[in-house]
């Protein structure tokens, strides 16, 4: 399968598969409606970056591992990269700030 560039319309259907929506896409990130991951994506086109959300227990990372791996890489054809986890923290100016770790 030839995926476009940031092709958000394939991971949409996959999150679709899994019961999810999108509740919000920045720049080459996107946040399923969740929030127990986010999926980045990669340098290539058939790539996604994966973070879990560092207060998601590790039963749930599993479980949520699974779906993803057969729905966005069985089903659409994503190659997935589990990068790490990520923490999300709102300042006084109610912006999100996001840090990753690996």
Request: negative net charge.
């Amino acid at each position: 399968m030839v995926f476009p560039p940031k092709p958000l319309g394939f991971v949409k259907e996959g999150l679709n598969r899994m019961g999810l929506e999108i509740s919000h896409v920045y720049e080459d990130l996107i946040f399923p409606d969740h929030s127990a991951y986010l999926i980045q994506f990669g340098i290539e086109n058939h790539e996604l970056n994966i973070y879990f959300n560092g207060d998601c227990p590790d039963d749930e990372r599993i479980k949520l591992k699974d779906e993803l791996i057969s729905e966005m890489a069985g089903n659409i054809g994503f190659s997935l990269n589990f990068t790490g986890s990520f923490v999300m923290e709102q300042d006084e100016d109610e912006e999100i700030k996001l840090t990753f770790s690996p």
